[in-house]
């Protein structure tokens, strides 16, 4: 059974990083795509970045394109998400997913979530 454990979350001010990660294990981890989605209550599951399998391609939303990067360590099985110059409109529930095959923005695409960890960015 795959799981997926987030961590990295916290609160900081407007304008500092935080680097999210994400620990996989139950499947083998370098055949599987992996994306970051992020969740305001009431709102739909937004797409926030996306990784390859081997981590030569990646995708962003475009609205975030420039102060987030995604990245992985396959021998690790952890992905990552290292967010910059973060805005308070970023506060939210960030959660990873995997999937087979090559990634997508599209949430339902994902067949595994993590529990989510809460960032937030004070003004």
């Known amino acids: 059974q795959v799981q997926l454990v987030e961590s990295g979350g916290g609160l900081v001010q407007a304008g500092g990083s935080l680097r999210l990660s994400c620990a996989a294990s139950g499947h083998t981890f370098s055949n599987y795509a992996m994306g970051w989605f992020r969740q305001i209550p009431g709102k739909e599951r937004e797409f926030v970045a996306a990784i390859n399998w081997s981590g030569s391609s990646t995708y962003y939303a475009v609205s975030l394109k420039g102060r987030f990067t995604i990245s992985r360590d396959n021998a690790k099985n952890t992905v990552y998400l290292q967010m910059n110059s973060l805005k308070p409109e970023d506060t939210a529930v960030y959660y990873c997913?995997?999937?087979?095959?090559?990634?997508?923005?599209?949430?339902?695409?994902?067949?595994?979530w993590g529990q989510g960890t809460q960032v937030t960015v004070s003004s």
């Open positions: 997913a995997t999937k087979r095959g090559p990634y997508s923005d599209y949430a339902r695409a994902y067949n595994d």
